[in-house]
């Protein structure tokens, strides 16, 4: 499969970063090619603009965005990779979700997740988070993303299968970085084919 990451992350030594690049060399090592988009470093804008509102109505999609839509053509498989903000996406993601999944290239409907425009690809979100596994949980935290993110935002992206892994205790200690780091290793390695659509 060609395996896409999409990281949001401006500092390239951070544990963001480490786990894209875990994540990476997993499917590497599965016999998979890997791309990867730095949103930070390539200077993605996130804000939506005018632009985008009238691209949509006469077809002329602003180049940026182009250029992820074809990166996201190229891809079998997706990952995203971004640290927990605030119980949900960093701005950078946030706006790359806005700007590059629009009505008419990504969904037409909005009461179906599962209606997506396009085909099923490999979906994992390998989210870096501050707060432990425990408090995450107990608080509703975990089924809250899994809702919106999971269910809502990757469904409508035609993800399937798609599975979000919270790597909680990120700012731990090194050892407990370090077992995080070997879980993205092998969440790549072990990376899961698109399904087949029962309409395909
Ligand atoms: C603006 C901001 C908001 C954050 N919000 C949360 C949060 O809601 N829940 C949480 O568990 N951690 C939160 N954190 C902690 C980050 O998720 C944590 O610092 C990050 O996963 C560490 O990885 P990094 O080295 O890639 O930044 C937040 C951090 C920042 C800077």
Not at 33 to 44: H, Q, S, V
Not at 95 to 114: C, F, I, K, N, T
């Amino acid at each position: 499969m060609h395996v896409l990451t999409v990281l949001d992350h401006p500092d390239p030594n951070s544990f963001s970063a480490a786990a894209a690049e875990r994540f990476m060399a997993g499917a590497r090592a599965a016999g998979h090619t890997t791309e990867l988009a730095d949103l930070n470093a390539e200077g993605f804008d996130p804000r939506w603009t005018l632009a985008d509102i009238r691209g949509e109505a006469t077809g002329e999609t602003p180049p940026d965005v182009a250029r992820e839509r074809d990166r996201i053509d190229r891809a079998d498989a997706i990952c995203l990779v971004f640290p927990l903000f605030w119980w949900g996406m960093p701005a950078m993601t946030k706006g790359w979700v806005d700007r590059v999944w629009s009505w008419g290239w990504a969904y037409d409907q909005l009461d179906d997740p599962e209606g997506s425009l396009q085909r099923p690809r490999s979906g994992v979100l390998l989210v870096p988070a501050g707060g432990r596994s425990d408090e995450i949980k107990d608080a509703g935290y975990q089924t809250a993303l899994e809702t919106s993110c999971t269910q809502g935002t990757f469904g409508y992206f035609g993800f399937a299968p798609r599975r979000l892994e919270l790597l909680c205790g990120s700012t731990g200690s090194e050892a407990r970085r370090l077992a995080l780091l070997e879980r993205c290793f092998e969440i790549g390695r072990t990376l899961e084919r698109p399904q087949i659509r029962q309409s395909d």
